[in-house]
């Protein structure tokens, strides 16, 4: 038996080094009609796909931490593509705020057609928020968790709507203790709580596909590709040098992200694919523990309690 899983585990790496190298699909489809809402839309991956939905005709809101970021993006979109966007101001880390700005959303954004829960963040220290959530679970899985569910009411009225979680590779650190999701009572490193966080976030697309079975609203989960964002900056000196002149060297430019992100959310040949990760467009196994469905029922529990969400859906 182990030496079957470890064969498994091995042709899952391989194809996983398939996938990396192949070229993504791309789509000439039109988003003409659609709007979009993107999370974390000022800089990296969340940016990249801003600009190919405006690219491609759709109606943008960017959601957004930084208000002159924000506004610097919308005037950057009006340069460039003639296109208007809405902003939207919310704190990932604040859950609060999360709720606040669905609630905003939800009263001032008749139609949803595509959610893209881009917004991430990776700590190297642990750090908790006001409401006592380790930072980085908060901002990758708590706060997209709780987008997510407010906005699904919207994106169902249209029949066709599609979430995308923009997930990692980094899912495959684990890390995942729903009786520790703050991480009070381990020893904290930050990848291992940055895979932890990845693999929260893919276990609630398996939720969440089956709660939208049949309502025509699909999600799925990506992983961006090796590319060059900002995820990391708030760390410390010594990581934002390995960063820019080490990881930098060989990482690719992000504006294949967005031509993915715009493939996942256009393309007439995914309509109606739910609960899948994509490495970029490249559909792909996760790793065994972000498959674990009997854990991932728990965290859905033990995420409603703590975002204060009925599971209604």
Known sequence: MFRYLKQYE?????????????????????????????????????LAAAREVVRFGGRLVLLARNEAKGRAVQAQLERDFGAQASLFLADFAQLAEVHRVARELLDSVERIDVLINSAGLHSTRRIHTADGHELAFCVNHLAPFVLTQRLVPRLREGGAGRIIQVNSQGHRFGGLNVADLAWRRRFYTGLRAYGASKTAQLLSVWEFADRLAGSGVTINAMHPGEVRTAIGSNNGPLYRWYQRRVLGRWLRDVRISGESLHYLAAAP????????????THPERPAPHALDRAVGRRLWEETSRLTGLVDDL
Do not use: K, W
């Open 269 to 280: 040949e995914l309509a109606g694919v739910s609960g899948r990760y994509f490495n970029r």
């Open 10 to 46: 091995m042709a899952d790496m391989r194809a996983m080094l398939r996938n990396q190298r192949a070229p993504h699909h791309r789509t000439t489809a039109s988003l003409a009609g659609q709007t979009v809402v993107i999370a974390g839309s000022t800089s990296g991956v969340g």
